[in-house]
C-alpha cells in the first residue's frame, strides 16, 4: 500500500541496494524522530557511530579482513531498524485491515495474545475428537472463531511468534487432519512478511517448505519466492541465506521451480485474457446465441433421450462466426496451459458472507468438508453429489477460491438451472478428473504444479479483489523480472533458468521483459547467434531500431548469413528511413533464396521509396507472376505506370482493385490516370469518390494531392489548371 511513510521506506531500500548508506541514515533519522520511541531513536544513532567508526578505519588504512563482513551485517541491520522505524509509524496511522488488526493485537497483553494460539489449538484438538465420532459433524463455532483470530495475529503481527515456539510448532507442524488450516496460516505468514521483513518469521516460511503434507510445502514455497523477490537485496548480505536458498532445490525438482516462476510471472496475462472474455468472446456468443439455441436445441435439452455423447452439430454451430470459433480454440489451449480463464467468471462470486472471513480466501477445497456440506445441507439434487464434490475437489481446472464461490452459489440457482448444470457439470468434472489422474501417473510432478497454479490464482484474487485489498502491497503488481534477481540461480544451479524465463516472456509477446533477459544473455563472451536475434527482434518490436538493427548485424557475423536475418537488416535501414542499405541487404538475401515472395516485395518496396520505378515494377510484375493471387500487388504496379508514364497499364491495373474493395488512394490514383490521359471529366469524378470516401475528408483528400502535383506535371496537366480543378471540387461537394 503507497503511503508517504512507505515511499520512505522504498527510497531507503533504493539507497541501502546502491551502498549509499550515509544518505540512507539522513532518511532514517528524519522517520525515527516522528516515532517517538526512544529505543529506535537510541538503535539508529548508534549503527550510525559505527558506520562512522568504519568509515574512519577505512581511511586511514586499518587492514581489516573482516571488514566487508563487519560492513555487511551493519547493512543488515540498517535495513531492519528501517523495518522497525516504518512499522511503528504505520502502525500508528496505517489505514484498513491489516493496521487495525495490528493496533487492537499490540493492545493485548502477552498472555492474551499466547491465549489467542492456545483457543485454536483447544479447538482444533476438541472438534478432531468429536469428527472421529461423527465425520459428518460441521465446523463449530469455537473453531471457526478461533481459527480467525489466529490468521489475524500471524498475518498483521510482525513478532507474533516471539516466546511461543512450541505453540506455532503445533499450529503449522501438528495433526495431518488440519493440513487445510495449516495452509492457511501459511498464508497469513506470507501476508505478514510481504508487509514487514523479520527473520525469524522467515526462517519459519523455510521451514514449511519442508512440511510433510504437499499442499501445505508448496503453498510455503509458492509464498516464498514472492518473499525473496522482494527482499532479494537485502538476503544477499544476510548471513546464511545462501545455504538456505541452496537447500531449496533440494526440496523441489528443477522442473518444479522453473515451472512455478512461469505460472506466477504468467499471471500479468490474466487481466488480458479477462479483456478479451469481455470484450471479444461474450458480445460474439450473445450475437449468434439464437442461432446457437437453435442449432443446439437447447428448448430440449432435457428430454430423456438426452444423450452422452457430444453434439456433432456444435462446430457448425460456429461457420457464422470462424473468429469465435478460433479465439475458443485458443482459449481452450491456454487453458490446458494452466492459464487463468475464470476471473472475469467469478469475480462477481465473491460477495456471499463466506468470503467476509479473510481467510476463507486462502482455504484449500477439500472434500469431505463441513463447510460444503453446511452449504448444500438444503440441496437434494446433482450438485450436492458425493462424487461430483470429490472431483471438483481433485480438479486442478478452477482454483480454490472460485470452487467455493460456486458451492455458496447453488442455493441460489434456480431448481432447473440446477439440475442441467449438475448433469453437464459432474460429467464434464469427472472426465477432467480422469484425464487429470492419467495425467499424474506419466507424470508424477503434475499435482504440484496444479497445486501451485490453484494457489497462485487464489492470491490474485485476493490481491486484486478483496474489498481490503488496499491494506495489503499487491506483489502482482511487481515487474516479476526474477532474472534480476542474486537468489534465481541458487534456486537451480546449473540451469540457465533466467534465460527459460525469457523464452517464455517472448513466446507469449512480452518482449520489453524478454528483453532484460537476453540482454544479459548477449553480454556473454560467446553468445548464441538465436539469441543475439531474438534481442533484435524484441528491440524490433519495442521500435528502438537502432538497437534492433545492432544486434541483428551482429547476428550476421555468427557463420553464413540467413535469409531471414538479411531481411531483418534490410527491414531496420527501412524503418530508419535508409533505403539505400535496406536495398542492399535485400539483394543479399535474394541471391540466397531468388524466388521468396517477400524479399521480391520488399525489394520493390526499396525502389520504389529511391523512386526507381521502373525497376521496382520488374519486381512487382515478378510478385504478381508467382503469386497471383495477391491482388494487393495491382496498386504499387498501378503506381509506378502511371509515374512512368504507361498510362494504358496503369489504367489497367487501376481499374482491378476498383472491383473488389477500393481505398481513397484508389479512387484518387484512377483520378490522376484520367486526367494524365487528357480526360478532365472522368477525372473529376473519380476524384469526388475519393474525396465522399468514409475514411477521408477534403483536407486529407487536398493534403494527399498536393503531394501527387508533381506526376501531374510530370506528364503534361497544365500547373494552373491544378486550382481549378480542385475548386470546381469544392462547388461539387457544396451541390
Same mark, same amino acid.
Given at each position: 500500500?503507497?503511503?508517504?511513510?512507505?515511499?520512505?521506506?522504498?527510497?531507503?531500500?533504493?539507497?541501502?541496494?546502491?551502498?549509499?548508506?550515509?544518505?540512507?541514515?539522513?532518511?532514517?533519522?528524519?522517520?525515527?524522530?516522528?516515532?517517538?520511541?526512544?529505543? &529506535?531513536?537510541?538503535?539508529?544513532?548508534?549503527?550510525?557511530?559505527?558506520?562512522?567508526?568504519?568509515?574512519?578505519?577505512?581511511?586511514?588504512?586499518?587492514?581489516?579482513?573482516?571488514?566487508?563482513?563487519?560492513?555487511?551485517?551493519?547493512?543488515?541491520?540498517?535495513?531492519?531498524?528501517?523495518?522497525?522505524?516504518?512499522?511503528?509509524?504505520?502502525?500508528?496511522?496505517?489505514?484498513?485491515?491489516?493496521?487495525?488488526?495490528?493496533?487492537?493485537?499490540?493492545?493485548?497483553?502477552?498472555?492474551?495474545?499466547?491465549?489467542?494460539?492456545?483457543?485454536?489449538?483447544?479447538?482444533?484438538?476438541?472438534?478432531?475428537?468429536?469428527?472421529?465420532?461423527?465425520?459428518?459433524?460441521?465446523?463449530?463455532?469455537?473453531?471457526?472463531?478461533?481459527?480467525?483470530?489466529?490468521?489475524?495475529?500471524?498475518?498483521?503481527?510482525?513478532?507474533?511468534?516471539?516466546?511461543?515456539?512450541?505453540?506455532?510448532?503445533?499450529?503449522?507442524?501438528?495433526?495431518?487432519?488440519?493440513?487445510?488450516?495449516?495452509?492457511?496460516?501459511?498464508?497469513?505468514?506470507?501476508? %505478514?512478511?510481504?508487509?514487514?521483513?523479520?527473520?525469524?518469521?522467515?526462517?519459519?516460511?523455510?521451514?514449511?517448505?519442508?512440511?510433510?503434507?504437499?499442499?501445505?510445502?508448496?503453498?510455503?514455497?509458492?509464498?516464498?519466492?514472492?518473499?525473496?523477490?522482494?527482499?532479494?537485496?537485502?538476503?544477499?548480505?544476510?548471513?546464511?541465506?545462501?545455504?538456505?536458498?541452496?537447500?531449496?532445490?533440494?526440496?523441489?525438482?528443477?522442473?518444479?521451480?522453473?515451472?512455478?516462476?512461469?505460472?506466477?510471472?504468467?499471471?500479468?496475462?490474466?487481466?488480458?485474457?479477462?479483456?478479451?472474455?469481455?470484450?471479444?468472446?461474450?458480445?460474439?456468443?450473445?450475437?449468434?446465441?439464437?442461432?446457437?439455441?437453435?442449432? &443446439?436445441?437447447?428448448?430440449?435439452?432435457? %428430454?430423456?433421450?438426452?444423450?452422452?455423447?457430444?453434439?456433432?452439430?456444435?462446430? *457448425?454451430?460456429?461457420? *457464422?462466426?470462424?473468429?469465435?470459433?478460433?479465439?475458443?480454440?485458443?482459449?481452450?489451449?491456454?487453458?490446458?496451459?494452466?492459464?487463468?480463464?475464470?476471473?472475469?467468471?467469478?469475480?462477481?462470486?465473491?460477495?456471499?458472507?463466506?468470503?467476509?472471513?479473510?481467510?476463507?480466501?486462502?482455504?484449500?477445497?477439500?472434500?469431505?468438508?463441513?463447510?460444503?456440506?453446511?452449504?448444500?445441507?438444503?440441496?437434494?439434487?446433482?450438485? %450436492?453429489?458425493?462424487?461430483?464434490?470429490?472431483?471438483?475437489?481433485?480438479?486442478?481446472?478452477?482454483?480454490?477460491? *472460485?470452487?467455493?464461490?460456486?458451492?455458496?452459489?447453488?442455493?441460489?440457482?434456480?431448481?432447473?438451472?440446477?439440475?442441467?448444470?449438475?448433469?453437464?457439470?459432474?460429467?464434464?468434472?469427472?472426465?477432467?478428473?480422469?484425464?487429470?489422474?492419467?495425467?499424474?501417473?506419466?507424470?508424477?510432478?503434475?499435482?504440484?504444479?496444479?497445486?501451485?497454479?490453484?494457489?497462485?490464482?487464489?492470491?490474485?484474487?485476493?490481491?486484486?479483489?478483496?474489498?481490503?485489498?488496499?491494506?495489503?502491497?499487491?506483489?502482482?503488481?511487481?515487474?516479476?523480472?526474477?532474472?534480476?534477481?542474486?537468489?534465481?540461480?541458487?534456486?537451480?544451479?546449473?540451469?540457465?533458468?533466467?534465460?527459460?524465463?525469457?523464452?517464455?516472456?517472448?513466446?507469449?509477446? /512480452?518482449?520489453?521483459?524478454?528483453?532484460?533477459?537476453?540482454?544479459?544473455?548477449?553480454?556473454?563472451?560467446?553468445?548464441?547467434?538465436?539469441?543475439?536475434?531474438? &534481442?533484435?527482434?524484441?528491440?524490433?518490436?519495442?521500435?528502438?531500431?537502432?538497437?534492433?538493427?545492432?544486434?541483428?548485424?551482429?547476428? *550476421?557475423?555468427?557463420?553464413?548469413?540467413?535469409?531471414?536475418?538479411?531481411?531483418?537488416?534490410?527491414?531496420?535501414?527501412?524503418?530508419?528511413?535508409?533505403?539505400?542499405?535496406?536495398?542492399?541487404?535485400?539483394?543479399?538475401?535474394?541471391?540466397?533464396?531468388?524466388?521468396?515472395?517477400?524479399?521480391?516485395?520488399?525489394?520493390?518496396?526499396?525502389?520504389?521509396?529511391?523512386?526507381?520505378?521502373?525497376?521496382?515494377?520488374? /519486381? /512487382?510484375?515478378?510478385?504478381?507472376?508467382?503469386?497471383?493471387?495477391?491482388?494487393?500487388?495491382?496498386?504499387?504496379?498501378?503506381?509506378?505506370?502511371?509515374?512512368?508514364?504507361?498510362?494504358?497499364?496503369?489504367?489497367?491495373?487501376?481499374?482491378?482493385?476498383?472491383?473488389?474493395?477500393?481505398?481513397?488512394?484508389?479512387?484518387?490514383?484512377?483520378?490522376?490516370?484520367?486526367?494524365?490521359?487528357?480526360?478532365?471529366?472522368?477525372?473529376?469524378?473519380?476524384?469526388?469518390?475519393?474525396?465522399?470516401?468514409?475514411?477521408?475528408?477534403?483536407?486529407?483528400?487536398?493534403?494527399?494531392?498536393?503531394?501527387?502535383?508533381?506526376?501531374?506535371?510530370?506528364?503534361?496537366?497544365?500547373?494552373?489548371?491544378?486550382?481549378?480543378?480542385?475548386?470546381?471540387?469544392?462547388? /461539387?461537394?457544396?451541390?
Amino acid at each position: 500500500m503507497e503511503t508517504p511513510v512507505h515511499k520512505q521506506l522504498m527510497k531507503v531500500y533504493r539507497l541501502l541496494e546502491v551502498k549509499r548508506v550515509k544518505e540512507s541514515l539522513d532518511v532514517l533519522g528524519d522517520l525515527v524522530k516522528e516515532t517517538h520511541n526512544s529505543d &529506535l531513536i537510541d538503535g539508529l544513532y548508534n549503527l550510525e557511530m559505527t558506520y562512522k567508526s568504519l568509515l574512519r578505519y577505512t581511511v586511514e588504512g586499518f587492514s581489516d579482513p573482516e571488514r566487508q563482513k563487519v560492513y555487511n551485517q551493519l547493512l543488515v541491520d540498517i535495513y531492519s531498524i528501517a523495518d522497525q522505524i516504518v512499522d511503528e509509524l504505520r502502525s500508528k496511522t496505517g489505514q484498513g485491515w491489516l493496521f487495525d488488526a495490528r493496533r487492537y493485537l499490540k493492545s493485548k497483553s502477552d498472555e492474551e495474545l499466547t491465549g489467542i494460539m492456545d483457543d485454536y489449538l483447544k479447538a482444533a484438538d476438541q472438534y478432531l475428537v468429536a469428527y472421529t465420532v461423527d465425520s459428518e459433524i460441521p465446523l463449530s463455532y469455537e473453531l471457526e472463531k478461533s481459527q480467525d483470530r489466529l490468521f489475524e495475529m500471524i498475518a498483521s503481527l510482525p513478532g507474533f511468534a516471539q516466546s511461543r515456539q512450541e505453540q506455532v510448532r503445533e499450529v503449522f507442524f501438528g495433526e495431518d487432519f488440519f493440513w487445510p488450516w495449516q495452509s492457511v496460516m501459511v498464508s497469513a505468514l506470507t501476508l %505478514n512478511l510481504l508487509t514487514t521483513f523479520r527473520r525469524e518469521n522467515l526462517d519459519l516460511l523455510f521451514q514449511l517448505c519442508e512440511h510433510p503434507h504437499k499442499q501445505v510445502k508448496l503453498r510455503a514455497f509458492t509464498g516464498l519466492l514472492f518473499v525473496l523477490y522482494e527482499y532479494d537485496t537485502r538476503l544477499s548480505i544476510t548471513p546464511g541465506m545462501k545455504e538456505k536458498i541452496s537447500r531449496l532445490n533440494e526440496l523441489f525438482s528443477v522442473e518444479t521451480i522453473q515451472s512455478i516462476l512461469i505460472q506466477i510471472i504468467r499471471t500479468r496475462e490474466t487481466e488480458k485474457l479477462t479483456k478479451k472474455m469481455h470484450e471479444e468472446i461474450l458480445p460474439e456468443v450473445a450475437r449468434i446465441q439464437p442461432n446457437l439455441r437453435r442449432k &443446439l436445441d437447447l428448448d430440449n435439452l432435457l %428430454n430423456d433421450a438426452l444423450s452422452e455423447d457430444k453434439n456433432p452439430d456444435w462446430e *457448425d454451430v460456429f461457420s *457464422d462466426s470462424p473468429e469465435l470459433m478460433n479465439k475458443l480454440e485458443e482459449l481452450s489451449h491456454m487453458q490446458m496451459e494452466g492459464a487463468d480463464l475464470f476471473m472475469s467468471t467469478f469475480k462477481m462470486l465473491k460477495h456471499f458472507p463466506f468470503f467476509n472471513d479473510l481467510h476463507h480466501w486462502f482455504l484449500p477445497f477439500f472434500y469431505p468438508n463441513p463447510i460444503v456440506k453446511d452449504a448444500l445441507r438444503n440441496e437434494t439434487g446433482p450438485l %450436492n453429489n458425493e462424487q461430483m464434490l470429490q472431483s471438483m475437489a481433485d480438479s486442478g481446472v478452477m482454483c480454490n477460491s *472460485d470452487k467455493y464461490s460456486l458451492v455458496m452459489s447453488i442455493p441460489q440457482m434456480p431448481g432447473m438451472q440446477k439440475e442441467m448444470m449438475g448433469k453437464m457439470f459432474g460429467s464434464e468434472l469427472e472426465a477432467m478428473r480422469e484425464v487429470q489422474q492419467s495425467d499424474e501417473l506419466v507424470d508424477p510432478g503434475k499435482k504440484e504444479l496444479f497445486i501451485s497454479n490453484q494457489y497462485i490464482q487464489d492470491l490474485y484474487r485476493f490481491f486484486k479483489l478483496h474489498p481490503q485489498k488496499a491494506s495489503f502491497d499487491d506483489p502482482f503488481s511487481w515487474e516479476m523480472a526474477f532474472h534480476k534477481k542474486w537468489f534465481l540461480p541458487l534456486l537451480t544451479p546449473g540451469e540457465n533458468t533466467s534465460l527459460k524465463l525469457g523464452e517464455y516472456l517472448f513466446g507469449k509477446n /512480452y518482449f520489453r521483459e524478454a528483453t532484460g533477459v537476453y540482454e544479459q544473455e548477449a553480454k556473454k563472451e560467446m553468445p548464441e547467434r538465436q539469441i543475439l536475434q531474438k &534481442l533484435a527482434y524484441c528491440y524490433q518490436q519495442n521500435d528502438d531500431y537502432e538497437k534492433a538493427l545492432h544486434y541483428y548485424q551482429q547476428a *550476421d557475423l555468427y557463420g553464413d548469413s540467413q535469409v531471414w536475418n538479411l531481411k531483418k537488416i534490410a527491414l531496420c535501414y527501412r524503418y530508419l528511413k535508409n533505403p539505400e542499405k535496406a536495398l542492399e541487404y535485400y539483394k543479399a538475401a535474394e541471391q540466397l533464396k531468388p524466388d521468396d515472395l517477400h524479399t521480391q516485395v520488399s525489394v520493390g518496396h526499396c525502389l520504389l521509396e529511391l523512386k526507381r520505378f521502373d525497376e521496382a515494377l520488374q /519486381y /512487382y510484375f515478378k510478385v504478381e507472376y508467382l503469386a497471383p493471387d495477391n491482388h494487393k500487388v495491382w496498386r504499387p504496379i498501378a503506381w509506378c505506370s502511371l509515374v512512368e508514364g504507361k498510362l494504358d497499364q496503369a489504367l489497367k491495373y487501376g481499374e482491378k482493385p476498383i472491383e473488389e474493395d477500393p481505398t481513397q488512394h484508389d479512387f484518387m490514383n484512377m483520378g490522376h490516370i484520367y486526367w494524365c490521359r487528357g480526360d478532365r471529366k472522368t477525372a473529376l469524378e473519380w476524384y469526388l469518390k475519393s474525396v465522399k470516401h468514409q475514411e477521408w475528408s477534403l483536407k486529407d483528400f487536398v493534403q494527399a494531392f498536393v503531394e501527387d502535383r508533381h506526376i501531374l506535371m510530370k506528364h503534361g496537366v497544365n500547373p494552373d489548371d491544378i486550382p481549378i480543378m480542385l475548386d470546381q471540387l469544392r462547388y /461539387y461537394l457544396v451541390n
